[in-house]
């Protein structure tokens, strides 16, 4: 597995979540509402959702986001990899206090680069509940390419879901790069 290394932008520090971090995602983690396109439902305790956040046997590697102005951490991002080493999925969520800042737009952005430039990855894509519009107009706002729309594809909490799956390559986001908005 890849480390998980320090990424930077002008506003934020993307560091490897630590187990202590539980504490500060725990108010949005245990939120229903904020929960709602999970494919789990909301967390009870802390240490469920550590232990959820830490576990051993997850394959992928988080982040947390910490605002440079005040240390606080402000999301959680999350790469995938697949069986094709050059092609990762992509997570991420904004601490509930903190949503339409552009936390998510600046910190998803700067893992991508990461990825395509220093990791030499060809692909990354992130699947979308349906109803996610916030996180559609994410994908969108970064380029991405609306691939495929998986009817009833995964049951959660809320029952079968639809899931939009969205797509970039390193060949699109680098000439998006010169002329992106963040």
Same mark, same amino acid.
């Given at each position: 597995?890849?480390?998980?290394?320090?990424?930077?932008?002008?506003?934020?520090?993307?560091?490897?979540?630590?187990?202590?971090?539980?504490?500060?995602?725990?108010?949005?983690?245990?939120?229903?509402?904020?929960?709602?396109?999970?494919?789990?439902?909301?967390?009870?305790?802390?240490?469920?959702?550590?232990?959820?956040?830490?576990?051993?046997?997850?394959?992928?590697?988080?982040?947390?986001?910490?605002?440079?102005?005040?240390?606080?951490?402000?999301?959680?991002?999350?790469?995938?990899?697949?069986?094709?080493?050059?092609?990762?999925?992509?997570?991420?969520?904004?601490?509930?206090?903190?949503?339409?800042?552009?936390?998510? +737009? $600046?910190?998803? @952005?700067?893992?991508?680069?990461?990825? &395509?430039? /220093? *990791?030499?990855?060809? %692909?990354?894509?992130?699947?979308?509940?349906?109803?996610? +519009? $916030?996180?559609? @107009?994410?994908?969108?706002?970064?380029? &991405?390419? /609306? *691939?495929?729309?998986? %009817?009833?594809?995964?049951?959660?909490?809320?029952?079968?879901?639809?899931?939009?799956?969205?797509?970039?390559?390193?060949?699109?986001?680098?000439?998006?790069?010169?002329?992106?908005?963040?």
């Amino acid at each position: 597995m890849l480390d998980t290394v320090l990424i930077e932008t002008e506003k934020y520090m993307l560091r490897k979540l630590e187990p202590d971090d539980t504490s500060a995602l725990f108010g949005t983690l245990s939120s229903k509402k904020e929960c709602r396109f999970l494919s789990r439902p909301h967390f009870d305790n802390e240490a469920e959702l550590r232990s959820w956040l830490t576990d051993p046997e997850w394959n992928g590697r988080s982040w947390v986001a910490i605002d440079k102005s005040d240390d606080a951490i402000v999301g959680r991002f999350v790469a995938v990899p697949t069986s094709d080493n050059h092609v990762t999925e992509l997570g991420y969520i904004t601490v509930s206090d903190r949503q339409g800042e552009g936390i998510a +737009l $600046a910190c998803t @952005a700067a893992l991508i680069t990461h990825l &395509f430039e /220093r *990791e030499n990855h060809r %692909r990354v894509f992130a699947e979308i509940d349906a109803k996610n +519009l $916030a996180s559609i @107009a994410l994908a969108e706002r970064l380029g &991405f390419t /609306r *691939e495929a729309c998986l %009817r009833e594809h995964e049951l959660t909490h809320n029952g079968l879901c639809d899931m939009l799956i969205f797509g970039l390559l390193r060949r699109e986001w680098s000439s998006l790069v010169g002329n992106h908005p963040i």
